[in-house]
């Protein structure tokens, strides 16, 4: 995720860090070159250009253009922005958590369940990303049970079963299992969600429509613009096709919010901040919290 203060208006103009410029610029420069040889074209042969389209048609294109665009990214945002409250609940929970087990557990019982808490993340944050997750919760909680087929859900279910055991044993109170199973309950509901986000992405014909809409539309404008605007039509052409191209980049780095893209979630830095919840309720030494890297916080 980009992290920075709004610039200047230079570097604002000039910024490419965190730009969906790299991203598109194959696709402006191609364009570009198909502006230039329809100007020119033009210039050789009128003949060919008969009549001129005008802009008329291509104002009314653009627009439903713009309004769709404006549709599918609001739907990719929306995808984003539950990601991020979800992530939130998780941190929130695992506060709760740091602040109850130590207060109603053994010490060394405490010890165990707060480092299954920074596990359920580590192991949540590799299943996300497509990574080892088995191995991000043993990393983390070595000895946890992963014979199941969610390394992740296991944490829980390790946590609810050692809870319910004290609980058995007198050590725990019924009420105040229930208090802590109702926060185990909401990581579980963290993780269903985030599992649901990451498994459902838009439907495809979204994203098919306005890719064809938007290739079709910018290859066309020129012959739209270039009897009355003549060698100027390529900047025009360029500067529309960034905005299609540019939001449509942007809706499928938001469509993915839990993907190493600069504008996606900072899912390692949230985990630090499990790990530091979890070492400061330990009383051990906190873990340096992530901070952005060229303002890219990942």
Not at 58 to 77: E, P, Q
Not at 181 to 208: D, K, M, Q, W
Request: proline share 7%.
């Amino acid at each position: 995720m980009i992290v920075r203060t709004r610039p200047s208006l230079l570097t604002l103009l000039f910024t490419l860090r965190g730009s969906i410029l790299p991203r598109v610029a194959p696709k402006l420069a191609g364009i570009i070159a198909v502006s230039c040889a329809v100007v020119w074209a033009e210039s050789r042969w009128p003949a060919l250009f008969p009549i001129s389209a005008g802009v008329t048609p291509f104002t009314v294109v653009g627009l439903a253009l713009s309004i769709f665009l404006s549709f599918r990214n609001n739907a990719c945002y929306e995808r984003w922005w539950e990601a991020r409250k979800h992530w939130g609940n998780l941190i929130g929970e695992v506060r709760n958590l740091a602040r109850s087990l130590p207060a109603l557990l053994p010490e060394r019982e405490a010890a165990l369940q707060l480092r299954r808490l920074s596990a359920f993340a580590h192991g949540l944050h590799a299943r996300l990303r497509d990574l080892d997750e088995a191995a991000a919760v043993d990393r983390t909680s070595p000895g946890s049970d992963l014979s199941g087929p969610n390394p992740t859900d296991s944490v829980l279910a390790a946590i609810t079963r050692d809870l319910a055991a004290l609980t058995r044993a007198g050590r725990l109170s019924d009420i105040q299992f229930g208090i802590l199973e109702a926060r185990i309950e909401a990581l579980s509901g963290v993780h269903t969600a985030c599992e649901r986000l990451a498994n459902t992405p838009l439907p495809f014909a979204y994203t098919l429509l306005v890719y064809r809409t938007a290739w079709l539309y910018c290859l066309l404008l020129p012959v739209g613009l270039t009897g009355s605007l003549g060698w100027a039509t390529p900047i025009v052409v360029a500067l529309v096709a960034y905005t299609f191209f540019g939001l449509d980049a942007l809706g499928d780095e938001l469509e993915e919010p839990f993907g190493t893209e600069p504008n996606d979630l900072p899912l390692d830095a949230m985990v630090r901040a499990v790990d530091r919840i979890v070492h400061h309720a330990l009383g051990e030494p906190m873990p340096q919290a992530l901070a952005p890297d060229g303002y890219w916080l990942r």
